[in-house]
């Protein structure tokens, strides 16, 4: 877990150390006040200073949790003043057409983004980026042990578990078979059945 300072906007400052959430389902713990009445405040994650981007091209679905990323394209970028760690925008100066580029990752945050590209005037292009939590916590998503209700893969069904999703239906078929012979009154019958059909000749 990952921890930085915040320097509370309460009289006579301090700082209070908060933690960053890094698995999926994490529940801050709460923050103290630092004076009897006053409410601090949590901010969001931030990052300043040097990092690598990273572009890919993502042809996969948001839903998908391992997504296959190609033409990966890399660039060392300073950062002079804090960005959001989870929409973070970045403006680039590259040769190269970033704009067909949909996917990213930065190396200092340790995330995934889904990003947006436009290109200005000189060769500069702003990413807009918004994190996927999917890829960018998949090793502890994958490693979890839960009771899943829906799965894709069939195999896993347990079809004691109900589930609202999968139609079924009830009823009862009849069907009467007409014995091709007439039965001698003077004898006693005895009928077997095997689940099977039979073929009366």
């Known amino acids: 877990m990952a921890y930085f300072n915040n320097k509370q906007n309460v009289k006579g400052g301090g700082y209070i150390p908060l933690p960053i ?36 091209h993502n042809a996969d679905e948001h839903r998908v949790l391992n997504k296959r990323l190609s ?3 890399e660039f060392n970028i300073v950062l002079k003043e804090e ?7 970045i403006i680039l100066q590259s040769d190269y ?6 996917y990213a990752f930065i190396d200092v945050t340790n995330r995934y983004y889904y990003c ?7 060769g500069l292009f702003v990413i807009n980026m918004e994190v996927d939590v999917l890829m960018s916590y998949k090793d502890g998503i994958k490693n979890l042990i839960a009771l899943v209700e829906r799965v ?8 004691d578990i109900p589930n609202n999703d999968i139609i079924t239906q009830r009823g009862t078929t009849t069907k009467i078979i007409k014995y091709p012979r007439s039965l001698d009154k003077n004898n006693q019958y005895v ?6 059909a039979f073929n009366f000749q």
């Not at 009928?191 to 099977?196: D, S």
């Open 71 to 73: 033409d990966e394209r």
């Open 97 to 102: 057409d970033l704009s067909t580029y949909n």
């Open 116 to 122: 947006v590209i436009t290109l200005m005037e000189n």
């Open 191 to 196: 009928l077997v059945t095997n689940g099977k």
């Open 21 to 56: 959430p890094e698995e999926p389902g994490y529940e801050p713990t709460p923050v103290p006040s630092v004076e009897p009445g006053s409410t601090p405040v949590i901010p969001l994650p931030t990052f300043i200073g040097n990092a690598v981007v990273t572009l890919y």
């Open 83 to 89: 960005t959001s760690s989870l929409n973070p925008q």
């Open 152 to 159: 894709e893969n069939t195999d896993y069904k347990n079809m």
